[in-house]
Each structure stands twice: as structure tokens, then as C-alpha cells.
């Protein structure tokens, strides 16, 4: 099995870099019996430039309309396309058959995959991890499963940088800030590859590692948006009473927005849903998606791949 571990995807995203740098460094580490494992800067010029990105976002430049469209220009839409050709191209011929994608968030993520809802093989993987990181909160994050986050522009889904690859899945791990290195979050990070390695040597040898049947996961229902001023800057920042709450119930009438007038915009949305991304810098960008993110608890079968819906977990 091939396997790709991507990081700088977002060029200011420092701990995945780190982790690359530090496979290359010490390739023992990522070596597996029956896997092929390699590594991959995927934004060079952004990282040097502890930027996001430099033109657009890479991580939602890989939808297959974009992919196609030889006329987009910017540096972030040349690199998917090279990218493509050298890990794919996108779809069932992919040269790769797993991309592992290193992200952060400066939201109180835990460690969150972030899951496409038809890649079974990501969802065990992610699922083995969630198992075996004792004492640390890991989170199941279903992208594009709702028309909800389907009808939301500038959200990753099929755009993202794992999907180029038969499977994939993507590692959030937070709060953390942009641009910063911290030494708990580098060794959450590279143990979730590690055992994620570990759970993709085991399908290679035909022995898959047991992973629970049934897994509390999150479906993507979109976003609580926020606007800007004709500069891009935001007219309204998250209220204190919803910082650092994500996963946490939200209820009717609880304060989400502090706008620059002094209004406060409460939530009268469905109270089944759960914030997540909370005051993401990333999404202070339009290109990136404005706003702030809901999901709804459910339940799934990691055989079938059948989803029930759940008020809580």
C-alpha cells in the first residue's frame, strides 16, 4: 500500500511540517511492513512565507471541475495540478492509495479527523486511532454528509488535498496558534500517524486491526457565518460565552457573535447541533469560508457505512 503523509497544506499550519520534517529526519518512524510510505511539503512557498496560503487555498483546490480547469491562475491552483500528477490523478487510477494530511486549528479541536462520509477504509483508520489515544479527546468529523455543508461555499469536501488518493483523511489537532510550534501538539500529532500506520500495515497484511462496529461521529451541517467590511475584516468576533467550547451543547438564545456595533447575535438554530471551529482564524478568510461551524452527533456503523442521526451523544 502506498501512503503519502501531507503537511504544510496550509503554509502557516507549522506542526505538520514539523512532523514531515521530522519523518524525513528519522524515516524509522514511518517505516511499516507492507506499506510505502513517503512524504510531501504540499505548499513550499507558503510555508516559507508563513502564510495560509499565497493566492487562493490549496485545500480546496482539488475538486475535479477545478482540477480540469487549465485557465484558473495562481500559484495554489499550478501546485494542486502538480500535485495531482504526482500523487494521482484524482480517482480510482491514484498512484496513492492513502493520503494522511497534517493540519491545525487554532480552535479547541482535540484531535479531529476530518472524514469524507463514502471512504470506509478512513473511517476504521480514524476510528482505530480514536481507540488507542488514551486520555485524549478525539473527534470523528464527517464533511459534505448534509446538504446543510453541501449548500456552504468554500468548505473542503471534495476539494481537499486527500481526496487526490483512493482514501484519505485529514489530522486537525488544537487550539494551537498559526505559525507557532508547541511540543504537546507535534507529539499528538505524530502518534496519530503512528498509529494510523499501524492500522493501515494491518489491512495490507490482510489482518485488519478491530475497530469498534458502531462510532459516535459529527456530520458538517454548515456554518453560523459572519459578515466583513469592504476591507475584509470582520464586523463581528465570537462571543466570550462560546470560546473554547467546541463540541459542547448549544442551546437557543446562548450568545454566539459580538458584533462591531455592540450587538450580540444568539443562537436560534437547532439545538441538536454542536459548534466546531470555533473562532478559527482560517475562516476570517472568504476564500477559506466566514463563519464558524455547526455538526450534528450521529452514530455509525463502520461496516455499512449507515448513519442514524442522534440528538446528543
Not at 508563513?50 to 482539488?62: E, G, Q, S, V, Y
Not at 496519530?192 to 492500522?199: E, F, H, K, S
Request: aromatic share 6%; with cysteine; charged share 20%.
Amino acid at each position: 500500500m502506498k501512503v503519502v503523509v501531507t503537511g504544510g497544506t496550509h503554509g502557516n499550519e507549522y506542526t505538520g511540517v514539523w512532523v514531515v520534517k521530522r519523518f524525513r529526519s528519522c524515516p524509522e518512524l514511518m517505516q511499516r511492513r507492507g506499506l510505502e510510505v513517503s512524504t510531501l511539503l504540499s505548499n513550499p512557498q507558503a510555508i516559507r512565507e508563513n502564510r495560509r496560503f499565497i493566492d487562493t487555498d490549496l485545500n480546496r483546490a482539488f475538486a475535479g471541475d477545478v482540477l480540469d480547469d487549465c485557465e484558473l491562475p495562481g500559484y495554489e491552483h499550478n501546485r494542486a495540478k502538480a500535485i495531482n500528477a504526482l500523487l494521482g490523478p484524482k480517482g480510482e487510477a491514484a498512484k496513492t492509495d492513502f493520503i494522511i494530511d497534517l493540519h491545525t486549528s487554532t480552535a479547541n479541536m482535540g484531535v479531529t479527523f476530518c472524514l469524507q462520509p463514502g471512504d470506509p477504509l478512513a473511517l476504521r483508520c480514524a476510528a482505530y486511532v480514536q481507540a488507542h489515544m488514551q486520555g485524549q479527546p478525539v473527534y470523528l468529523l464527517l464533511e459534505g454528509a448534509t446538504t446543510g455543508a453541501a449548500n456552504i461555499a468554500n468548505t473542503t469536501g471534495a476539494g481537499a488535498v486527500n481526496t487526490v488518493s483512493r482514501h484519505g483523511l485529514e489530522v486537525e489537532v488544537g487550539p494551537t496558534p498559526q505559525g507557532v510550534l508547541r511540543d504537546h501538539t507535534t507529539q499528538l500529532m505524530e502518534t496519530a500517524v503512528g498509529l494510523c500506520l499501524d492500522y493501515l500495515a494491518s489491512v495490507s497484511a490482510g489482518s485488519p486491526l478491530p475497530v469498534p462496529r458502531e462510532l459516535g461521529v459529527y456530520l458538517d451541517c454548515g456554518k453560523i457565518p459572519w459578515e466583513v467590511d469592504a476591507d475584509g475584516f470582520p464586523t463581528a468576533c465570537t462571543h466570550t460565552a462560546l470560546q473554547g467550547k467546541d463540541y459542547q451543547p448549544l442551546r437557543k438564545g446562548d450568545p454566539v457573535l459580538r458584533h462591531i456595533d455592540g450587538s450580540i447575535t444568539c443562537y436560534n438554530g437547532d439545538p441538536s447541533l454542536v459548534p466546531v471551529f470555533v473562532n478559527e482564524a482560517a475562516y476570517y478568510s472568504v476564500q477559506s469560508g466566514l463563519g464558524i461551524g455547526l455538526a450534528r452527533p450521529a452514530l455509525i456503523d463502520t461496516e455499512s457505512m449507515q448513519i442514524t442521526e442522534r440528538s446528543k451523544l
